[in-house]
């Protein structure tokens, strides 16, 4: 079992930057890799950001290339975000999740994600 707490979300303005934390459970957390996913309003979760087990391998949203980075520190049990130059449209709750297939590789696909954290709101306005 992993259990997922999000925080670091907010109100901030159009081209601010916030960072998002992921605290994780167990002590497995190192051999999983990590995914940050978001769902606006009347819109399906969509993948924004993953991260190898070893932090190794990263994979982006295109919609987010260039501005968020993802990262991970292990011995913290614990992945980010850190999003820059924020839009309107990155308004949406973030939800970190859990992928313990213990692959090397950073999956896009939701279901291949075990466990989901509840979700932190970030709302940007323009």
């Known amino acids: 079992q992993v259990q997922l707490v999000e925080s670091g979300g907010g109100l901030v303005q159009a081209g601010d930057s916030l960072r998002l934390s992921c605290a994780a459970s167990g002590r497995a957390f190192s051999n999983y890799a990590m995914g940050w996913f978001r769902q606006a309003p009347g819109k399906e979760r969509r993948f924004v950001a993953g991260?190898?087990?070893?932090?190794?391998?990263?994979a982006y949203a295109d919609s987010v290339k260039g501005r968020f980075t993802i990262s991970r520190d292990n011995a913290k049990n614990t992945v980010y975000l850190q999003m820059n130059s924020l839009k309107y449209e990155d308004t949406a709750v973030y939800y970190c999740a859990a992928d313990v297939r213990r692959s090397s590789s950073v999956t896009l696909y939701e279901y291949e994600y075990a466990y989901w954290g509840q979700g932190t709101q970030v709302t940007v306005s323009s």
């Open positions: 991260v190898s087990w070893s932090g190794g391998s990263t």
